[in-house]
T-cell receptor, first 113, second 114 residues
Framework: DGGITQSPKYLFRKEGQNVTLSCEQN?????MYWYRQDPGQGLRLIYY???????QKGDIAEGYSVSREKKESFPLTVTSAQKNPTAFYLC????????????FGPGTRLTVT | AQTVTQSQPEMSVQEAETVTLSCTYD???????LFWYKQPPSRQMILVIR??????QNATENRFSVNFQKAAKSFSLKISDSQLGDTAMYFC???????????FGKGTRLHILP
C-alpha cells in the first residue's frame, strides 16, 4: 500500500529537549511538507522540500529544522528554541511542488511539558 | 499575498440535508488550483475535490460538488445527502501556478446531526 506514515502518533517530551518527528512516504513523490496545526489556526507551513538535499523555510520555521537526505524521508526536529512546541504536526507530499495536490500523513501530536 | 477566507467557523445540519460551505480567496493570478480538504475526528487530512481555474466546469466527486465563481473569487463546497461520516473540519485551499506551496483557510467545522 502506498502512503505517508508518521510516527509516533503521540509524543511526549520535557521542555528543553530536542525531538525528531518521522515522516516517510513510498509514493515516489518529489515534494514533502511539514505543517503545524493549532486550534482555530488552520494549517501553517513550517518547512518544505521540492527535491532531495534541498528545503525551504515556510511561514513559521523558527525553532525547527529539517533534512532531506532521501526522497522517501523528511524528518522534522523541534528544537528547544521553539517557544510553544505543543501542537499537532502534519506531514504531506506531492508529486511535484506547486503542480499537484498534497497528500497527508496521519499526524503526530507532540506534547511538551 | 494570496489569502483564503472561510467565513463560517462552524455549521450543523441534519442528516440527508444539503449543506454549502463558503470560501473566498484573493489573488492577482489568472491560473491556479483550488482544493477542499476534509479532516474528520481522526485528524487525517483527506482531499475531497480539486478545481483548476482555467476549467469553467465545476468539479464534482459523488455527493461533493463545487460552485466556482472565478470573477467573484469564490469557491464553495456543496455536500448533498449529507451523512454522519461527513462530520469533519473542512479546509479550503489555494495554490498558484507560480507557487510551490498551498495556502489553507482556517476551516469550517461541520456537524451532521442524526
Amino acid at each position: 500500500d502506498g502512503g505517508i506514515t508518521q510516527s509516533p502518533k503521540y509524543l511526549f517530551r520535557k521542555e528543553g529537549q530536542n525531538v525528531t518527528l518521522s515522516c516517510e512516504q513510498n509514493l515516489n513523490h518529489d515534494a514533502m511538507y511539514w505543517y503545524r496545526q493549532d486550534p482555530g489556526q488552520g494549517l501553517r507551513l513550517i518547512y518544505y522540500s521540492q527535491i532531495v538535499n534541498d528545503f525551504q523555510k515556510g511561514d513559521i520555521a523558527e525553532g525547527y529544522s529539517v533534512s532531506r537526505e532521501k526522497k522517501e524521508s523528511f524528518p522534522l526536529t523541534v528544537t528547544s528554541a521553539q517557544k510553544n512546541p505543543t501542537a499537532f504536526y502534519l506531514c504531506a507530499s506531492s508529486i511535484r511542488a506547486g503542480k499537484d495536490e498534497q497528500y497527508f500523513g496521519p499526524g503526530t501530536r507532540l506534547t511538551v511539558t | 499575498a494570496q489569502t483564503v477566507t472561510q467565513s463560517q467557523p462552524e455549521m450543523s445540519v441534519q442528516e440527508a440535508e444539503t449543506v454549502t460551505l463558503s470560501c473566498t480567496y484573493d489573488t492577482s493570478e489568472n491560473n491556479y488550483y483550488l482544493f477542499w480538504y476534509k479532516q474528520p475526528p481522526s485528524r487525517q487530512m483527506i482531499l475531497v475535490i480539486r478545481q483548476e481555474a482555467y476549467k469553467q466546469q465545476n468539479a464534482t466527486e459523488n455527493r461533493f460538488s463545487v460552485n466556482f465563481q472565478k470573477a467573484a473569487k469564490s469557491f464553495s463546497l456543496k455536500i448533498s445527502d449529507s451523512q454522519l461520516g461527513d462530520t469533519a473540519m473542512y479546509f479550503c485551499a489555494f495554490m498558484g501556478r507560480r507557487d510551490d506551496k498551498i495556502i489553507f483557510g482556517k476551516g469550517t467545522r461541520l456537524h451532521i446531526l442524526p
